[in-house]
Nanobody, 123 residues
Framework: QVQLVESGGGMVQAGGSLRLSCAASGFNLEHYHIGWFRQAPGKEREGVSRISSGGGNTYYEDSVKGRFTISRDNVKNMVYLQMNSLKPEDTAVYYC????????????????WGQGTQVTVSS
């Protein structure tokens, strides 16, 4: 199947870490910009981080700067989101998505989404 699949979510205590993975199947990620999004209970989906196709440019929302790191390995067809110093407000379903258009979290420019992986941070 042609798809994106997230993994690595789980339940951790505040201050803990998780590493999310986004695996591409049926196509090569190397020509796509990848965004990580999350949707917390009772809130709208928001962009968290983005990475350019070659990995040279990364972007973070203010709420996660200094705590999250996005990276990619185009040989392995994978994108990662390392999440450190997790807070209860990070609790959400996390999604990865692909786009050929850089510079925005607008859902309209992302043409493929993963199924999401749940991250729960307890206090």
């Amino acid at each position: 199947q042609v798809q994106l699949v997230e993994s690595g979510g789980g339940m951790v205590q505040a201050g803990g870490s998780l590493r999310l993975s986004c695996a591409a199947s049926g196509f090569n990620l190397e020509h796509y910009h990848i965004g990580w999004f999350r949707q917390a209970p009772g809130k709208e989906r928001e962009g968290v981080s983005r990475i350019s196709s070659g990995g040279g440019n990364t972007y973070y929302e203010d709420s996660v700067k200094g705590r999250f790191t996005i990276s990619r390995d185009n040989v392995k067809n994978m994108v990662y989101l390392q999440m450190n110093s997790l807070k209860p407000e990070d609790t959400a379903v996390y999604y990865c998505a692909r786009t050929m258009w850089a510079g925005t979290y607008s859902p309209s420019v992302y043409d493929m989404w993963g199924q999401g992986t749940q991250v729960t941070v307890s206090s």
